[in-house]
């Protein structure tokens, strides 16, 4: 730490920064020694050379969200250089050594051919790269403003699913403002280039002609001889300005027209790309061949580059084989199944070793198997994250539901299709899906606008209409208002949304044994008073089964232990004594529904509905048993998914409860489950008295017995 406050003390960049450009205004002002010119003219290459350079290392654009800034700089710096060089030209006929250098040596002593190269650069720069690089700027400054919205709810919606976590998304949110922020910027530094070349042409001629001027009137030079040695000077001092230009305006292309590669610069994401296949160059080395042959046409230059066609795309050909190789050999499938994938520090699969004779089969907690062509989202040697992503759904869960699920299993399945997954748990299939490997899923909230071109089909978790779409295709639906997300994002969302269905298959009693002495750390008493005199953990693992049967996170364990203490004198029934928690935990509960003022949206049941429920109900254990006829019971719960749609569009939230006798909310509970998504059925006794409510219906008996909303 001394080390670094010293190295500040001696070194501080913005105080270098300012003084640098106070020395711009200095050099605008003052006339320089030849010396200093020409060492600041060699100076003002190389930091353009560099900065090119610096370009090609960079994986994504806001590594250097500085650039607007030095893009400013340069240019002034650039501009300053001119005025002092034609200080010197003017007054003294001379510029130094490397003005010099560059008019005599690198157009010939020609000023004819100096012009001509000066004005080539001048209409590359000019009209070529720095028109292209301001329309770049300029369109993805407007796409990146329409798509952040949309990038917004992506993000959310990351969070909200377990793909990331508070910091990972506080992270994105800053680059996604960056990323806004330095568009805007470039768009508007564009114009620094192309107000830099039109001032390079206008001092060029400037020079010229008051150098000429100059020579003929002041100093009675002969008019040739005034002008080839003023051309002379000047087009070397517009080279030595326009070269530097020429690179600032290509590091500017490639810098806004530069798309994010994770896996290298861009000398690295070229290459990929370029040589990504090997039928393109075979069929070129074939085209180059026959022209080679042909007559009237040079050989040898044809059958080198044919040549060299022909051996890149056998190497990359015979890479291809290698990799297809590796694979099929770390896939090596038992019983149509691969092993587990994710214990493997190098991304490959291992076959599934057979049980030995004394041993039982091993049966997962939670699998997720994917097709052939799903490996690669899970392998980190091809850029895989599935498994890193996976990962933080336990964190997830833990956070929302309070208890650590095992681990899961990443499994490749060569029974199915190559896009396939599915997800197993406890060795049940519990839901599958497709997706497609480097497209993105463009989920449509249900306010998107527009249409987009792509393959129509299902978001595998919640079965919202969505689109696949090309990686090109990104900005434009997110600007149109779609969520989109990538392949592994679509896995993992589903995968999160089947742990939370399925959170109490999970939950394991060797768990609820380990978080009970967890608890016992600072609450002894409770843990002792409880287990084992009055139950035992096979009845709390069955309570807390039940929570979570109804997404009733369990973070609180010493107060559901307490209630649990309080009623196990009177019943060890794992249903009774779910109840009785349930109220104990009813403000974790309620929290989950409120609206964003706070208030609980509801439907409730008609009294009379709620005595003929009542009535059906059979005393015993669990709860007792509901003895409505099975067309009564329909009658019911269509009534009540009626009335539930409507509140919902009324209230404008799916977050709409339905509230009941605690006498019943068991019964309804497991009467509506499975048939009414997204319908919670809450007790009245577990409301507070401190949250309002807003009842949006109430479910009616008629006079005839039937249901009416």
Request: hydrophobic share 45%.
């Amino acid at each position: 730490m001394a080390d670094a406050v010293k190295r500040n003390k001696i070194f501080n960049a913005d105080v270098v920064f300012a003084f640098f450009t106070v020395g711009i205004l200095f050099i605008l002002l003052f006339p320089l020694p030849q010396i200093i010119l020409s060492l600041l003219l060699v100076l003002n290459v190389s930091i353009s050379l560099l900065l090119l350079l610096l370009i090609f290392y960079i994986k994504r654009s806001l590594e250097i969200s500085a650039y607007p800034t030095i893009l400013l700089v340069l240019t002034l710096f650039r501009l300053a250089l001119n005025v002092a060089t034609t200080k010197l030209i003017l007054l003294e006929g001379n510029a130094g050594s490397v003005v010099e250098a560059f008019g005599r040596f690198v157009i010939g002593n020609n000023y004819i051919v100096g012009a001509v190269i000066f004005l080539i650069l001048v209409v590359i720069n000019f009209i070529v790269i720095v028109k292209g690089s301001s329309r770049i700027a300029e369109v993805a400054a407007r796409f990146t403003l329409d798509a952040m919205p949309g990038k917004q709810m992506s993000i959310d919606s990351d969070l909200n699913a377990g793909i990331i976590d508070e910091a990972e998304a506080k992270r994105k949110r800053e680059d996604l403002s960056k990323e806004s922020e330095f568009y805007g910027a470039m768009d508007g530094a564009s114009k620094f280039v192309t107000g830099d070349a039109i001032a390079g042409i206008v001092i060029t001629v400037i020079n010229i002609l008051g150098g000429i001027a100059l020579g003929v009137i002041q100093l009675g030079m002969p008019v040739v001889e005034a002008m080839q040695r003023y051309t002379i000077l000047t087009i070397g001092d517009g080279l030595l300005s326009q070269i530097p230009a020429l690179l600032i305006s290509v590091s500017a292309g490639m810098l806004v027209s530069k798309t994010a590669y994770e896996g290298g610069g861009t000398g690295t994401h070229l290459f990929t790309q370029f040589f990504s296949r090997h039928e393109p160059l075979f069929i070129c080395g074939v085209m180059l061949l026959v022209i080679a042959v042909l007559p009237g046409f040079p050989f040898i230059p044809f059958i080198v580059m044919a040549t060299f066609s022909f051996a890149m795309g056998s190497y990359i050909m015979n890479r291809r084989k290698e990799a297809e190789a590796t694979a099929s050999a770390t896939l090596s499938p038992v019983g149509g199944k691969g092993g587990d994938m994710k214990s493997l520090p190098e991304g490959g699969a291992k076959g599934l070793s057979a049980p030995a004779d004394n041993e039982l089969p091993k049966v997962n907690p939670m699998t997720l198997e994917v097709g052939f062509s799903l490996v690669s989202l899970v392998d980190p040697n091809q850029d895989g994250d599935l498994v890193d992503r996976i990962s933080l759904i336990r964190k997830q869960v833990k956070e929302e539901m309070g208890f650590l699920i095992p681990p899961i299993s990443i499994q490749d399945n060569i029974s199915l299709g190559n896009n396939e997954y599915r997800i197993l748990v406890r060795g049940l299939e519990r839901a599958r899906g497709m997706v497609h490997p480097g497209s993105h899923l463009a989920i449509n909230p249900g306010d998107a606008t527009g249409r987009i071109e792509g393959m129509k089909t299902k978001d595998p978790a919640f079965g919202f209409d969505a689109i696949w779409i090309a990686q090109g295709r990104v900005d434009a639906a997110e600007a149109m208002g779609y969520t989109v997300v990538d392949a592994s994002s679509v896995i993992t969302t589903h995968v999160t949304k089947v742990v939370k269905d399925y959170a109490s298959d999970l939950l394991t009693r060797q768990d609820v044994s380990n978080m009970l002495e967890k608890v016992k750390q600072s609450n002894e008493t409770v843990v002792s008073e409880l287990v084992p005199g009055l139950l035992s953990i096979g009845v709390i693992h069955r309570v807390l089964q039940k929570l979570l049967d109804e997404h009733v996170p369990i973070h609180d364990l010493p107060a559901i232990l307490e209630v649990l203490s309080d009623y196990a004198s009177q019943t060890r029934d794992p249903v009774i004594l779910c109840e009785f928690a349930r109220q104990a935990l009813k403000g974790h509960i309620i929290s989950r529904f409120l609206g964003e003022d706070r208030t609980l949206y509801c439907i409730t049941l008609d009294p009379r509905l709620e005595e003929e429920i009542q009535t059906s109900i059979s005393q015993g254990a669990g709860g007792g048993i509901m003895t409505l006829a099975p067309e009564r019971a329909l009658e019911i719960i269509e009534s009540i998914r009626n009335v539930f749609n409507e509140a919902s569009s009324q209230s404008g939230t799916s977050d709409v409860v339905l509230l009941a006798s605690p006498l019943i909310r068991l019964h309804l509970f497991r009467m509506i489950e499975r048939k009414i998504d997204n319908l919670a059925v809450l007790s009245y006794s577990e409301i507070s008295d401190d949250v309002p409510l807003k009842v949006l219906g109430t479910v009616r008996c008629s006079s005839k017995g039937k249901i009416a909303a």
